[in-house]
């Protein structure tokens, strides 16, 4: 059934149904003009949006990629303060004849992912209109220390990265082509926001991260930019890059190191601490040093130096 | 110029630079992962978002009354649960073809209201895309006291009517057909959320309200829902409906008490008080009672019957 034809009030007593939360820090949760919601620290808030179309393969997608999608792309933001996941607000806009069960199936991923990271979705507006289907969340964590920043970055950090970079931009291209990529596609897939990674790393005293949403290049250059820093990468030849996933890169004529610097929606972590921290036992990976500079970012990748340009959503 | 030609990045400066807000409770403003906030008291959550063509009518429309618009539907659930509104965050999706003087045009609408309610804009979205332009607002506010919800209403309560009903749908039809009303299109055009008027209603005791977005039958009849009561409405005749105006109803075909029972965006507050209380001196207008019942609500308009069903967007 279309949704249309259901009807906007029977669409949304089916979602609420699916997010249904008795989370005791919930004062009034769904049902009522707003939430009302008692924060156990300071409050974290993100808005971002993803589109049919733009950040997803219409034809190809399973429906419950597109709710993972929606949230794992905030819960990333959420990652790269360092803040615990607590609540998420969910604005859809529909095309009419979408399919009802895909777009419950869709909600049911939204769900297990903030389920996986101790978040509910409370409250939420829908909307049938013209246009591409749109998933636009807001994102609301918690602190318990103090943020990681994008302009904490000082001369002499070390700059580390944690989670890989290239593979999402590489599996949206392996299933446009309808090529065999299982680990590339599930990379586009099912982006992993890393959350526990990001407690984790402020815990340990890291104060400046971003993450990694529009390609290495672009997001190691704003991390640059706002702390007033040069950045000096330089990230080996990946593990991902497998023999067998190099012969399908030079068969389809791509390049993974292109794809590392400038592909995007990895929702890897790029984070500097001082030289005085060692954050290889949290699974981090040192790739280069900040300088005293003025935003600007050198990037070799694979030993071959690398153009800064990003992948830009929209453009 | 177009957005499009202008480039996201570009716009997006131009819009912080609209937004840019020194307020002592965000440890981090725009322009990071996410915003930080010190709340001053429980959290109160809402979004909503607001369409081309479905909300305002795109030619009709002065740009800043679409910024206006997308701020006004938030603040008004902030305005019925009784908060202080502080934060908005804004994701925009917009044709590449929009004139981006007409983009900041808007964005100082949005603002303006914001900063008459003491919110200020944190973090955003934006994205490029076919269909309609869609402005989405989540707001946060915090409470200094209990709620005002949906579910508060008791039997023997008194309900009481904030604000006027009614005029926004006919000015909406006054703007379609060019015809002179300002005053019913300025109630379409310009929305104003009782956010004072809420707060002072929760600080004199109130325990049940809900915002009329939907028409005063239709959320007449969630308030009744939700508190497991009938309603008993007698609205009599709104002083806005002059001489004057009903003549151009007449000559339209419009009826007044319609327009008060389904038309929606007015934005006045419904709400419930034990019969101690008694709200007039608040600008508020009693307007029936609650009875034990099963979610019914009896509607009567300026002595007539009216049919129980409300303006539903997108349908």
């Known amino acids: 059934m279309q949704v249309r034809q259901a009807g906007e009030f029977a669409v949304i007593q089916?979602?609420?149904?699916?997010?249904?939360?008795?989370r005791t820090d919930l004062l009034v949760a769904n049902g009522d003009d707003a939430a009302v919601w008692q924060p156990d620290g300071p409050v974290v808030a993100?808005?971002?949006?993803v589109v049919a179309g733009v950040d997803w393969l219409e034809d190809r997608t399973p429906a419950a990629a597109i709710g993972h999608r929606a949230a794992a792309v905030n819960l990333s933001d959420l990652a790269a303060m360092g803040a615990h996941p607590r609540l998420l607000l969910l604005a859809l806009e529909l095309p009419g004849e979408t399919d009802l069960a895909d777009l419950l199936t869709a909600a049911r991923g939204l769900k297990a992912l903030a389920d996986k990271h101790d978040a509910v979705v409370v409250g939420g507006d829908l909307g049938f209109s013209p246009g591409p289907a749109r998933w636009t969340v807001t994102a609301l964590g918690t602190l318990q220390g103090p943020p990681m920043r994008r302009d904490g970055v000082q001369p002499g950090d070390v700059i580390w990265l944690m989670g890989a970079v290239g593979q999402a931009a590489l599996g949206l291209a392996a299933l446009q082509w309808g090529d065999d990529q299982p680990a590339l596609v599930a990379a586009h897939l099912w982006p992993q926001p890393l959350v526990q990674a990001g407690l984790r790393l402020r815990d340990a005293g890291v104060r400046a991260a971003i993450d990694v949403s529009d390609g290495l290049?672009?997001?190691a250059q704003r991390l640059a930019q706002a702390s007033g820093v040069d950045l000096h990468l330089d990230l080996p030849r990946p593990v991902w890059v497998t023999p067998e996933i190099e012969r399908w890169l030079i068969a389809r004529g791509?390049?993974?190191r292109e794809a590392c610097a400038g592909g995007g929606d990895d929702y890897a972590l790029l984070c500097s601490a001082s030289v005085a921290l060692d954050l290889r036992h949290l699974g981090a990976q040192p790739i280069g040093e900040a300088r005293a500079g003025s935003g600007r970012v050198h990037l070799r990748i694979g030993g071959i130096a690398q153009a800064v340009q990003g992948f830009r959503h929209g453009d």
């Not at 089916?14 to 008795?22: C, E, H, M, N, V």
């Open 46 to 49: 993100t808005i971002d949006s």
């Open 217 to 219: 290049g672009l997001d």
């Open 254 to 256: 791509l390049d993974w």
């Open 14 to 22: 089916q979602l609420r149904g699916i997010f249904d939360t008795k």
